[in-house]
């Protein structure tokens, strides 16, 4: 299995941005294309910002292990140990680009757009034009679509898609879901495997259902969660304090919902409506309101919170 030198990433914003972050500190070269004007731009300056932090939490990371106040898996130290080594140059080994073609010379791609199966479809077939070398995977960040979907665009070469779901903020965030579409071959699921721990990420394998585990369970509970607003249940600053301190979880549904963006919520809800054939994972009235209203959460600002009164 030959190992990954250059990783393109489709999508410069939080998410493609993200991957490409821990890519390059991981010392692959990579190229981040993005359809929109300006968001190359705008990811180049977070990178700016970002690696120098990057550099030195991989630092105090190592430092810990050695005084044994942390005990980090096996691949996030290596990683901590290349980032440390090589991070002052990641930046050097990302090209930002502007068109689609300009991937040709990747050995792997991610890609990292809106979630919607159309557009993923119609990357992923111009993919397989610009990229035919067998050995190139072509990975979904999707958190929601089928997979084995989006991989028939890409015709006879489906057997090089599979689902590669990072989480955010993917700097942070350990895990990565990996799905096998029903055409994936066995290698490109072991060599993905093996380019997340490289990432310094845990791998972990869900079944092509829709939502996988991730979404699966964590979208109903923030539907819930805006039920219980929206019936009176409690108010959102007392249902998140609930679910922190009572279920120790480190954000609470409604703020998490913001985060994520409240039609990325409504969205992923559909998906599980119409891919598990149940109207019981329809989104919440009110959830759907506060999105046609544009109160989307931490893109615009405002959502169940605002964003300077949260």
């Known amino acids: 299995m030959s190992a990954v030198q250059t990783l393109a990433v489709i999508g410069a914003g939080q998410m493609g941005?993200?991957?490409g972050q821990v890519a390059a500190l991981a010392?692959?070269?990579?190229?981040?294309?993005?359809s929109f004007p300006g968001a190359t731009d705008k990811c180049r300056a977070g990178y700016e910002k970002m690696f120098p932090k990057s550099v030195e939490k991989a630092k105090k990371l190592l430092d810990d292990a050695d005084a044994s106040k942390a005990k980090p898996e096996p691949q996030e130290l290596e990683f901590a140990r290349r980032a440390l080594s090589g991070g002052g140059a990641a930046l050097s080994r990302v090209k930002f680009v502007s068109t689609l073609e300009d991937l040709a010379g990747a050995d792997w791609v991610v890609e990292a757009v809106v979630e919607d199966a159309k557009v993923k479809k119609d990357i992923f077939a111009t993919l397989v034009s610009i990229l035919p070398d067998e050995r190139v995977v072509l990975a979904s960040n999707t958190s929601s679509i089928s997979i084995t979907d989006i991989a028939t665009a890409a015709g006879p070469h489906a057997h090089r898609v599979v689902g590669m779901h990072f989480f955010n903020p993917v700097a942070l965030m350990k895990l990565v879901e990996i799905i096998p579409a029903l055409q994936s071959s066995q290698e490109v699921l072991e060599r993905t495997r093996q380019l997340s721990l490289h990432l310094g990420k845990t791998p972990l394998r869900a079944n092509d259902r829709a939502g996988f585990v991730s979404n699966r369970v964590l979208m109903p509970m923030i539907n819930e969660a805006f039920y219980a607003w929206m019936e009176g249940v409690a108010e959102p600053e007392a249902i998140d304090g609930i679910m922190k301190l009572?279920?120790?979880?480190?954000?609470?549904?409604l703020r998490l919902a913001d985060f994520i963006g409240l039609d990325t919520c409504v969205h992923i809800m559909?998906?599980?409506a119409d891919g598990l054939n149940n109207d019981r994972y329809r989104a919440c009235p009110l959830l759907k309101q506060l999105v046609i209203a544009?109160?989307?959460g931490d893109k615009v600002g405002r959502g169940v919170y605002e964003l300077s009164k949260k």
Not at 246 to 253: I, S, Y
């Open 17 to 19: 941005g993200g991957i």
């Open 27 to 34: 010392g692959l070269n990579v190229i981040v294309y993005d």
């Open 246 to 253: 009572g279920c120790n979880f480190p954000m609470g549904p």
């Open 270 to 272: 559909n998906v599980l």
């Open 294 to 296: 544009g109160r989307l």
